[in-house]
Each structure stands twice: as structure tokens, then as C-alpha cells.
């Protein structure tokens, strides 16, 4: 009687982002995960790479045991 | 740089739950809400009320600081 | 970069709880496991079985991949 | 019937940490925060500051309210 999820910090891409909107992309990962949404966390392409930049997610989505995410860069890397 | 849930054991529809399917849910509630998907939880109409029934959530999407839910019932209470 | 855990709406004890004071228990789980405390939880001996009754969990604790949760009999099973 | 917690994807101590053992340090924070364990995370003093080090979370304990954490530093930063 439990569901299993996976806690992220980051957004790991492996190059699979899709874009969304004129400032929007589309993230889907397998399995249940959570994020963080409305704070900058960082995007890396792969988990060992370097942070390509910050990003807000704005929007998650749980279904079928996949995740949808769509975020947008945070302009400012200060943040 | 945290971000604010709610853990939620059983769904309390307080009335505003709309058919979204021939046999599905939706339900919008304020702020962001970690439910279990796809295992059954109770469901109540008010937070002191008695459980209605079991249902299973086969979606959940945050956004905008809302969260919906969508949810069918389950057959067998004895689930 | 994720850390796998478990969403739990109810305490499975398999007959492994512990006393730990006069009306405490304890019940150590393989894997961190996300309870929600301070509110009535049902408690079963097998996931299968009937409620058994209704328990707070007063203090969760996450170290070396288990979860270890003190939680009290609710008294009135109406709360 | 629902449990507020933060979810929190870095340590920001304000100061207020304790060494606990030879390596390790504590912190206390208010409320129920969900923070990954045995994952590298970022370690700032203030909110708006510069990452102090990368740490990883080796215990935490929710009761009261409160969340404890035990976190040691991360030797390779670049991990």
C-alpha cells in the first residue's frame, strides 16, 4: 500500500527536452518523481555533467507512472 | 528556497468533484498536495464525515499553485 | 541524483512493533518511507488485513535506508 | 487530514549548525521538511549566499514539529 517516488533536486535532460512554448520546455521521465516547482534548481544534460542553467519548473504532471515537467530558464543566474 | 506541500492520505471532495470521463473524477484543490496514485484511498465528502468510497488517483498535475486530480472509483471496497 | 522513497497512508506492522514506552510503539521499515504524522493513520498486521485501529505517528526517522516510526493508539476511533 | 512539509533541495544553515561528531554537524529546523539523504546537495549560510560545500544528509528525524538533520561535508566537490 505505498507508491514509490524518486526526490530530484535537479533536472537531469539526457538531451530529451522538448519545446513547449516560445520559453517553455517539455521534460518526460520514467516513474513517479518530485520536484520542486517555482524555485530555480539546476538543469544538467548529463548527471555527472556541469549545470547549464537554472530552471523554474512551472508546471508537473503524474500519470502512468511517468513524469511531465515543463520549466522555463531563470533569467537571472543569481537568483 | 522550499517549496510548501501538503501530504494527504484520503481525498475530501467537499462537493466540488466534476465527471470528467464516463467513469472519472476531477478535483481541484488550493496549493500543492502530494496524493498517493494508483493505490486505493479513502474518499470523503467533508474532512469529518465518513469514507464514501475507495478510489484510485490516476493523475495528478501541479500547477500555479493548484493541484487536480483525477480518480475513478474502485469496484471492490475489500480491496 | 534522486533518492528513491516510498508514499505510505497507512502502517503495515507484520507483527514487528516494539514498545517503546507505555503507550508508544515502534516499528523500524527497510527504506525511507514518507508517513504523514500528527494525524490518524490506519494500522494493519498485514496489508491484506482488517484496520486494526487508528494510530499518530509522533516521530519518523530516516538513517542508513531504513525508516524507524514511534506512533500511539488513537483513543477515540471517531477523531 | 493532511500534513504540511517543505521540500527543500539544499541545507541553509543561518548559522545555526552543531558539530555532532568528529564529522558530522546538526541542524534543527521548524516545521516538517523533506530534504534527499545520501545525495550530494548544496550547503549555504544564507538563502541568498554562495554554496558553502556540497554535503550529504546521513540522518533526519522528524517529531515535534522539527526537523533534525546530521549532514557530513563532501570531500570531492566535484562529485
Redesign the interface.
Known amino acids: 500500500?505505498?507508491?514509490?517516488?524518486?526526490?530530484?533536486?535537479?533536472i537531469?535532460t539526457k538531451g530529451k527536452e522538448q519545446k513547449s512554448s516560445e520559453k517553455e520546455f517539455m521534460l518526460i521521465k520514467e516513474g513517479?518523481?518530485?520536484y520542486?516547482?517555482?524555485?530555480?534548481?539546476e538543469l544538467r544534460v548529463t548527471?555527472e555533467g556541469e549545470p547549464v542553467c537554472l530552471v523554474k519548473i512551472?508546471?508537473?504532471?503524474?500519470?502512468?507512472?511517468q513524469t511531465t515537467i515543463i520549466y522555463e530558464p531563470v533569467n537571472d543566474l543569481d537568483v
Chains 1, 2, 3, 4 share one sequence.
Open positions: 500500500m505505498g507508491m514509490p517516488l524518486e526526490l530530484n533536486t535537479m537531469v513517479y518523481r518530485l520542486p516547482l517555482d524555485i530555480p534548481i548527471k512551472k508546471k508537473l504532471q503524474w500519470e502512468k507512472e
